[in-house]
C-alpha cells in the first residue's frame, strides 16, 4: 500500500516550543520503551479526566493515542523492484472448512513478494453484510520484515498480498510460511487460528 508523500502542510512553525516539541518525542520514545511497543490505548475515563484538566478535546487525544498504538503503520517500506523470477510452491492446507494456499513466491531484486490464497464453499444467497474477512499477518523471523500490503476477492475466494524484505533465498526449501490470523487489522485481536505453509 503506498502512502501518500508527506507534505508540510504550512510554512508557519513557532520556534518557541521547539524544545517542547523535542520533549514530546522523547516522551513518545519512552512510552514505546517501557510498553516494549504495545501501549494499548487508554480507557474512556481517563481520556476525559485527561482532556478537562489540560483543556484539550477528548477526539484529538484519541486521535493522538491511536496514531500512537499503530505506529507500525509509518514503518518506511521497500516497494518491490527488479522483478527476477517466480518460485514454485505449490502448497496447501485445508483447515476448518476452508483451503489455504501459496502457489509461488515472486522474487525481486530488494523484496519477496507472497500471496496467500483462502478459498471456501459459500452459499449464493448469503447477504452482503455478512462477508466479513479477517486479517492474517506473516511471520517469517529474523531478520524478514513481512507486512500486509493489500487482500481482496469474492465470493468463496479471498487473497492476502504480503512483501518480504530483505528478500527469500532462491532456495526455500525447509521454510515454514507461518500465518496468524486477527479479527481485525494491525494485529488487533488474534482468533487464536494459525495457518503453516511447509515447504519441503
Known amino acids: 500500500m503506498n502512502r501518500m508523500p508527506f507534505e508540510q502542510p504550512t510554512e508557519h512553525y513557532d520556534e518557541r516550543i521547539s524544545s517542547i516539541d523535542e520533549q514530546l518525542c522523547a516522551l513518545v520514545r519512552q512510552r514505546k520503551d517501557i510498553s516494549a511497543d504495545n501501549p494499548g490505548v487508554p480507557p474512556e475515563d481517563a481520556i476525559s479526566k485527561w482532556a478537562l ?31 527476477r523470477k ?7 492446507v485445508e483447515q476448518d ?13 530488494n523484496a519477496s513478494v507472497i500471496q496467500l490464497h483462502v478459498d471456501w464453499e459459500e452459499a449464493k444467497d448469503v447477504p452482503m453484510d455478512e462477508h466479513h474477512h479477517k486479517s492474517f499477518e506473516l511471520f517469517l523471523g529474523e531478520p524478514y520484515d513481512c507486512w500486509q500490503d493489500r487482500a481482496g476477492g469474492s465470493t468463496g475466494h479471498y487473497t492476502y498480498n504480503f512483501i518480504v524484505s530483505p528478500p527469500l533465498p532462491d532456495d526455500i526449501s525447509s521454510m515454514d510460511l507461518v500465518f496468524k490470523e486477527y479479527h481485525e487489522p494491525f494485529k488487533e485481536n488474534p482468533t487464536g487460528s494459525e495457518i503453516v505453509i511447509q515447504i519441503e
Do not use: A
Open 53 to 83: 484538566k489540560y483543556d484539550l478535546y477528548e477526539d484529538l487525544l484519541r486521535s493522538l493515542f491511536w496514531s500512537m498504538r499503530m505506529d507500525d503503520v509509518y514503518k518506511p517500506r521497500v516497494e518491490p523492484t527488479g522483478f
Open 86 to 92: 517466480h518460485l514454485s510452491v505449490l502448497k496447501m
Open 97 to 109: 472448512d476452508q483451503v489455504y494456499s501459496v502457489t509461488v513466491i515472486r522474487q525481486y531484486e
